[in-house]
């Protein structure tokens, strides 16, 4: 067997992880986290919702973006054709639910980002609007016109300019947007630090409320925003880490990047709380629970302390003009960055089905255009769509945690019961992590614990407690289709669903899945037989090539293991 064409690398480390950095730093750290932390605060404080926050980092962030990064690297494709690959051809449906994901929130994020790049030109060509109600006008009166649409079409055209080449691009984009981000928001923070009354608003950001652990919607919020900050569960990584060789540190990159992009979502609520509180308490005098009411005022399509009260609270300030200038300006190479890795996302799928890129660029971005141009006439439209896709992240990614539980060895069934049940998780983190990757930490056993058990309760349970807690709502009622209800969110999943049901096994049904991962192109591939001996060796040792194993005639050919003396020693 012949091995599989190489796709291109990141040209170095700093391109990668800058590159990574880029693909989750935007607009879910800056413009969505401070608003979310808000809402979920109680009266006196913030931390409780910090707390479920960070902890939905450890238990669903990092774990599953271990997994993206991993398939991606392993598999070399993008999600549909990776679970056809690893679980076999009637699977590809799953990976296509990750992507139906993606490109919702593309659509409506464009629409923000193109808001983004309009307020960084009002800023430069007119004084800062003086109060809320003129705020307010401001927002109203681009959106009554034909700005959103314009900017949006900008937008597309600029992140498709930017894709053009593919890899040999984007890392160059990345290696000139991402630092002048991270400078803008160390600066804006590090300025904000020394605004009289910031303390105050520090002091709130990191103030208990501990009946807030109680509120279902604030643990919602929590893993949610979190997978937002992240990109957990989006499969954005899957295509990143095609790019990446086996000697990129997927374990690392995994684990310190998005504590990397948890930071800058932490620095961003705390120069957002320390500046209001800065010219609400000191330069107006309202008193805290004035304060508070003014943070969960969301505004028009969640525009509130962002595109609403930062012209405002800049406006009182010295040079808050410039400043104003700055902060948008940051928000928009935020977005820009991840709005690259979203429709990057997009084009690779689409060439794993051998459409050249010449053609899949220009048709998603002509899709992206006229997918969001609904959000960019209707603010209800995109709230909606914010809502749908912002939620239906977490089913993203628990496609992503059945691709792993399901990654099982039959083969070489373990001895109990306890073991049979993390075999898929175990199966994976040896062949795709431990032992493909070279120079990496080692993936360890908590985290096929955390995959099998810990996430799917998550999932469940989150789902769960939000369903009930919205049925009990007062005035709930099913059919009442508003932006933000059950129905608009199931109606959508549910349709989206079948389509892809259909596509999969009336349209691609006849479609063989993929039969080459990474590991067996190293097994083909010139490598010094050195390297080879330490990852595989013959039929008479530990591996062997084989097919058909554990999920079918459509299983794709990895390396098995046929000692099975062996089987417990994967723990």
């Not at 899949?360 to 896709?389: C, K, R, Y």
């Not at 993936?443 to 407690?465: A, D, Y």
């Not at 005035?475 to 289709?481: K, M, R, S």
């Amino acid at each position: 067997m012949g091995g599989a064409e190489t796709p291109p690398q990141f040209s170095s480390t700093i391109a990668l992880i800058l590159s990574c950095l880029g693909c989750v730093v935007g607009t879910g750290n800056i413009w969505r986290f401070p608003r979310i932390v808000a809402n979920n605060a109680g009266d006196e404080g913030g931390l409780v919702f910090l707390i479920v926050w960070a902890a939905c980092l450890l238990l669903w962030s990092i774990p599953v973006i271990l997994i993206e990064y991993s398939t991606g690297r392993y598999a070399r494709r993008a999600p549909v054709e990776a679970f056809a690959l690893l679980l076999g051809k009637n699977y590809r449906w799953l990976g296509g639910w990750v992507v139906i994901v993606n490109l919702g929130i593309t659509c409506y994020y464009s629409v923000v980002l193109g808001w983004t790049l309009y307020y960084v030109f009002y800023c430069m060509a007119h004084s800062l609007p003086g109060d809320h109600t003129a705020a307010v006008g401001v927002f109203d009166e681009m959106t009554d016109s034909a700005y959103p649409v314009l900017t949006h079409f900008v937008c597309v055209v600029l992140v498709a300019l930017i894709l053009s080449k593919s890899v040999a691009t984007f890392e160059k984009v990345n290696m000139v947007v991402v630092p002048i981000l991270l400078a803008i928001v160390l600066f804006s923070f590090v300025y904000s630090l020394t605004l009289p009354y910031a303390s105050e608003g520090i002091k709130y950001l990191f103030k208990p409320d501990w009946s807030q652990f109680g509120e279902p919607r604030l643990w919602v919020d929590a893993i949610s925003q979190n997978a937002w900050d992240t990109g957990a569960g989006g499969g954005l990584f899957v295509v990143y880490a095609i790019y990446m060789s086996r000697s990129r540190g997927v374990v690392r990159y995994g684990t310190l990047i998005p504590f990397a992009n948890n930071v800058v979502s932490l620095i961003s609520s705390i120069t957002t709380l320390s500046t209001v509180f800065h010219v609400k308490v000191g330069v107006e005098g309202r008193n805290l629970s004035e304060v508070v009411a003014i943070l969960k005022d969301n505004g028009k399509a969640n525009t509130g302390l962002t595109f609403v009260w930062i012209p405002t609270l800049y406006k009182d300030m010295s040079g808050g003009r410039a400043l104003a200038v700055f902060f948008f300006l940051s928000l928009f190479f935020a977005g820009l960055s991840s709005m690259v890795a979203l429709m990057e996302f997009g084009v690779r799928n689409v060439e794993d089905f051998g459409v050249k890129r010449k053609f899949a660029l220009p048709g998603l971005a002509v899709f992206i255009f006229f997918g969001g141009l609904g959000s960019a006439l209707d603010l209800d439209v995109l709230v909606n769509q914010d809502f749908v896709w912002g939620f239906g992240l977490l089913l993203s990614g628990s496609c992503l945690v059945t691709l792993v539980i399901l990654f099982r060895d039959s083969y070489t069934p373990p001895r109990n019961v306890c073991l049979n049940v993390l075999s898929g998780a175990n199966r994976f983190r040896r062949l795709a992590v431990n032992e493909y990757g070279t120079g990496d930490w080692p993936l360890p056993l908590l985290w096929s614990i955390i995959i099998t058990f810990i996430c799917p309760i998550e999932v469940v349970g989150m789902l769960g407690w939000w369903i009930a807690d919205s049925i009990n709502a007062d005035g709930f009622n099913f059919f009442d289709y508003q932006p933000e209800s059950l129905i608009a969110a199931f109606s959508q999943w549910l349709f989206w669903l079948l389509v892809l049901l259909m596509v999969n096994f009336l349209v691609l049904r006849r479609r063989p899945a993929p039969t080459q991962s990474a590991y067996d192109a190293l097994l083909d591939s010139d490598v010094p037989a050195s390297t080879q001996s330490t990852i595989a060796k013959s039929s008479s040792g530990r591996y062997a090539r084989t097919s058909g194993v554990g999920m079918g005639e459509n299983a794709p050919l990895v390396a098995e293991r046929v000692d099975k003396s062996e089987t417990t020693t994967d723990l």
